[in-house]
């Protein structure tokens, strides 16, 4: 059973940093790609960051590019995205989520590529 259990959201200023964090268990060796998606009120979910967690390689959405950054630490089994420059327009809920499926690291980051989700954190970015 793969469990994904995302912390650090909070309430930030135009221009502050956040760190979000994913602890996972369960199996996942098996496991593509790891990503970072959002969904504000009212709109669709959308992917935001991903990671090829064989090999390392990243993408990013273009609205967060330069901004932010996914990183992973095998050894603490956790996946992390470093906010930094944060604008209004970044508040949503944040999930983290992998994907078994090998397709997940020759696409760009779609939400229906991955079959393991956490419940979200949320951020908020005040003006």
């Known amino acids: 059973q793969v469990q994904l259990v995302e912390s650090g959201g909070g309430s930030v200023q135009a221009g502050g940093s956040l760190r979000l964090s994913c602890a996972v268990s369960?199996?996942?060796?098996?496991?593509?790609?790891m990503g970072w998606f959002r969904q504000a009120p009212g709109k669709e979910r959308e992917g935001v960051a991903k990671?090829?967690?064989?090999?390392?390689?990243?993408d990013y959405a273009d609205s967060v590019k330069g901004r932010f950054t996914i990183s992973q630490d095998n050894a603490k089994n956790t996946l992390y995205l470093q906010m930094d420059s944060l604008k209004p327009e970044d508040t949503a809920m944040y999930y983290c989520?992998?994907?078994?499926?090998?397709?997940?690291?020759?696409?760009?980051?779609?939400?229906?590529?991955?079959?393991?989700w956490g419940k979200g954190t949320q951020v908020t970015v005040s003006s």
């Open positions: 989520a992998s994907s078994s499926w090998w397709w997940c690291v020759a696409r760009d980051i779609r939400v229906g590529d991955y079959g393991y």
């Open positions: 369960g199996y996942t060796s098996s496991h593509y790609c």
């Open positions: 990671i090829n967690v064989r090999v390392g390689n990243t």
